[in-house]
């Protein structure tokens, strides 16, 4: 059974720093890309982050490029999120999705899971 379990949310002040977590199981985690989404109130879904799977390359929202860091443990089964000077517009639900193509019987398809989100609120 596919997993994914996001922690780490909660409420922080402006400037402050949060670390979110997403454990993953019931897949070849290592095989998967990665990424964090977020949805704020009113707003749509929007990829923050996201490493590749072996290689480890890394994107990044211009909103927090330079703020925030993804970074995974392939050995954990862990993707994070390291979000620092954190604003009152980050305020959202974040989601981990982990994503990637595979052959199945010469085919190409593709795979996406999703956690379930974690808030995060920034406020004074």
């Known amino acids: 059974q596919v997993q994914l379990v996001e922690s780490g949310g909660g409420l922080v002040q402006p400037g402050g720093s949060l670390t979110l977590s997403c454990a993953a199981s019931?897949?070849?985690?290592?095989?998967?890309?990665m990424n964090w989404y977020r949805r704020a109130p009113g707003k749509e879904r929007e990829l923050v982050a996201g490493?590749?799977?072996?290689?480890?390359?890394?994107n990044y929202a211009d909103s927090v490029k330079g703020r925030f860091t993804i970074s995974r443990d392939n050995a954990k089964n862990t993707v994070y999120l390291q979000m620092n000077s954190l604003e009152p517009e980050d305020t959202a639900v974040y989601y981990c999705?982990?994503?990637?193509?595979?052959?199945?019987?010469?085919?190409?398809?593709?795979?996406?899971?999703w956690g379930q989100g974690t808030q995060v609120t920034v406020s004074s």
């Open positions: 490493i590749t799977n072996r290689i480890g390359i890394t």
């Open positions: 019931g897949f070849t985690f290592s095989s998967y890309n």
């Open positions: 999705n982990a994503w990637g193509f595979f052959w199945r019987s010469a085919k190409l398809s593709r795979d996406d899971y």
